[in-house]
């Protein structure tokens, strides 16, 4: 957790082209640490594209990376473990247990005592009862909380999240939100993607939203909800 | 550069077919057919050389995400699977009035029907392994594995008892070209098919270079149709 | 390598957990001997001549359905964002999954050869150990090249025929090692199979190595 002053991204005119077709047509981003950034935008605008570069998963077609001040084309593969990423996907194997799973991602990690993080990860993500069926009988709800988890193992700086309310009952939304809320007083920087604008008002400290593979509006500080609402219909709605 | 390989083609190719036709002696065994030899022979190592290419293209292209390279390899592997063809096809044209057989597992029919395979399925990679980057990719992974096959395939062949004795490799290597024009004709057939090649491969990467280009401007035009509505 | 051990336990207990692979390869792998036997439907006296020759061509068939699962669980669920988004090595993710189907494969050649022996009237006690040999060259060989591939047809469009096309031509020259190495080893032991056996360890490295080197250009967008 050295070099505190090092914002965790800084993007800069990022491009990506798949098939000639640019979903990011030059993304602009910086996350300091501690921020909570919340990307808003339409489906098709980029955040899934924009949200795996950041992970280290999808190389830019053009522009400049760092994370924590290093630059990430050239990366050690040492760099991952200060990231956490929560895709659309659980990245769990659905025929093991939820345990194994962790168990499995703690070994990959080099995580010293794995079996003490992993229990002391499954209790943090409320699944205890669960931690020996396979996730193929999980809910939505139980996934994305385990998906959490396995991002959480290795206790990263930067958690990287798409779309982690999607799919999920009230009660799941709020268990969600408050385990992102404690991550956030621990100091963890987030970034993560939504279009749900109430999500924004609770748990960002800073928002942005992404069209057209461009961000479009950014807010320093924390924005009420209205003003987010607001400006996410004049960006949106200017380009039918 | 434009006119002087089309140029080069008729040339070298008139001079192949005098030679070829009008120059060398009636080989004493084949009679006339053999003279198609000469142009199995060439094609075979048309075939050979654009192997290399498309491997080497494809080296260049996985170092460093060379375009062009990838449109090398693309354009090779078809002009390799052209000649590969033709080679499979002068053989039986070439067998069967001279040993009764239109096919033989030869070592050498052998790895070129397995040579034609892996350029077939580098093609078919292409085609309809979908629209990706991530194709260029895959296709220059399968370009490079099928080059270091190739010395593997060369021995192992050599392994098969054979439908039949080699017949072929007795005449080839060496021991029918007594003529001295023999073996010029060999030479000139091979200038010929390789400026050939050249050629179609000229053509074919800046079909290839045009074709992306007329995408992108179709992609770039059908976005401002979307803005301006 | 570590990363590469963990990996193949993984790969090792969903395999144990859900039994899919080696379920199918038993069924599988009787229908295609039965298929090829009764195909040729040869003379008693005549039938372990084609042992060789049916027992590898059962085997690429059976081993091509075995290897592309090892890919499809992962691509279910993004599991190999997962491993990607690790301080793993993509080369140690390529070993891990290349043991993984060694090990796989192994299996499957324990229950193809003693039904081939049974079917084909062939005696496999006397050469049990050069078989094995042999047996063990074509399954790393087959396993190196495949596992490499299989990454590359799990990602593209025509996935279920992407990979037998792309595979078969580059494994010719392994199905000749291993049916001139077997058809040696069941006549008189390894020795008669040398020539057979260097082909097939030249394969073998190569496409190690190969693939040790390339993989990562394939899994990395």
Redesign the interface.
Known sequence: MALLNEPPVRADGLVRTFGGVPVLAGVDLTVEPGEVVALLGPNGAGKSTLLRILALLLRPTSGRLAMFGVDAATAAPELRRRIGYVGHESLCYADLTAAENLDFYAQLFGIEDASARVAELIAWAGLEHAARRPVRVFSRGMTQRLALARAMLHTPDLLLLDEPFSGLDPDAVAALEQRLLDLRLAGHSILLSTHDLDRVATIATRVAILHRGRVAWAQEGGAPAMVVAAAYQTVIGRRA | MRRLLPASVFVTMMAALYVVFMVVPTEREMGIVQRIFYFHVASAWVAFLGFFLVAGASAVH?WNGSRPADRLAQASAEIGVLFCTLVLVTGPLWARPIWGVWWTWDPRLTMTV?LW??Y??YL??RA????????R??A???G???V??IP??Q???H??RGIHPSVITRNEGGSGLVDPWMRIGLLISSVALIVLAGWLLALRMRTARLG?EV??LR?SALERKG?A? | MRGALVILRKDLRIEWRTRESLASVFVLGVLLLVVFTVAHDPEPDAAPALAPAVLWATFVFTGLLGIQRGFLLERENDCLAGLLSSPVDPAAIYVGKVAANVALLAVTQAILVPLTGLFLHVDLWPVLPGLAIVLLLGNVGFAALSTLFAAIAVRTRAREVMLPLLLLPLLVPLLIGTVSATRGVLAGGLAAGGDAVTVLLAFDVVFAVAGWLLFAYVVRD
């Open positions: 996985l397995i395979a892996i077939a399925s078919m990679l309809f392994g979908g629209e990706d980057d991530a194709i990719r895959y220059a992974v399968l490079i594995v099928g270091l096959d593997i395939i021995v192992s062949v392994l098969l992306e995408a992108a992609r803005e509505a």
